[in-house]
C-alpha cells in the first residue's frame, strides 16, 4: 500500500498563509504528477493544483496568484504555498500521484479560514 503523508493543515484568518506538504515514496515520486486537491462539504471534490514531473504547472482559476504547487524531487515532497486565504478556501485538502500506472491518494488534511 502506497503511502501519501500530508502535513501543514490548520487554522488560518482571512488573508493568512498556509503551507501544506505531500511526501511520497521516490520510486512513485519520480515517476509521478503531483496534485493537490480539496473538497468541501457537500462538494464535490477539485484539482487545485497540479505539478509535472518536469516542473509544468496549472492551477484551478480562483487560486491562481495565491496559491503555489512546488516540488522538491530530492526530498520527494511537493508542497502548496497558499496566501491571501479566503473563507472559500476551506476544505480538506489531499495530495495525490499521478502516472498512467497509478493515482494514489493520501489521507487529506483539514484546512479551515475563519472570516
Known amino acids: 500500500q502506497v503511502q501519501l503523508v500530508e502535513s501543514g493543515g490548520g487554522l488560518v484568518q482571512a488573508g493568512g498563509s498556509l503551507r501544506l506538504s505531500c511526501a511520497a515514496p521516490?520510486?512513485?515520486?519520480?515517476?509521478?504528477?503531483m496534485g493537490w486537491s480539496r473538497q468541501a462539504p457537500g462538494q464535490e471534490r477539485e484539482l487545485v493544483a497540479a505539478?509535472?514531473?518536469?516542473?509544468?504547472?496549472n492551477y484551478l482559476d480562483s487560486v491562481k496568484g495565491r496559491f503555489t504547487i512546488s516540488r522538491d524531487n530530492t526530498k520527494n515532497t511537493v508542497y502548496l504555498q497558499m496566501n491571501s486565504l479566503k473563507p472559500e478556501d476551506t476544505a480538506v485538502y489531499y495530495c495525490?500521484?499521478?502516472?498512467?500506472?497509478?493515482?494514489?491518494w493520501g489521507q487529506g488534511t483539514q484546512v479551515t479560514v475563519s472570516s
Open positions: 521516490g520510486s512513485i515520486f519520480r515517476r509521478s504528477a
Open positions: 505539478i509535472t514531473s518536469s516542473g509544468g504547472t
Open positions: 495525490n500521484a499521478k502516472s498512467p500506472l497509478w493515482n494514489y
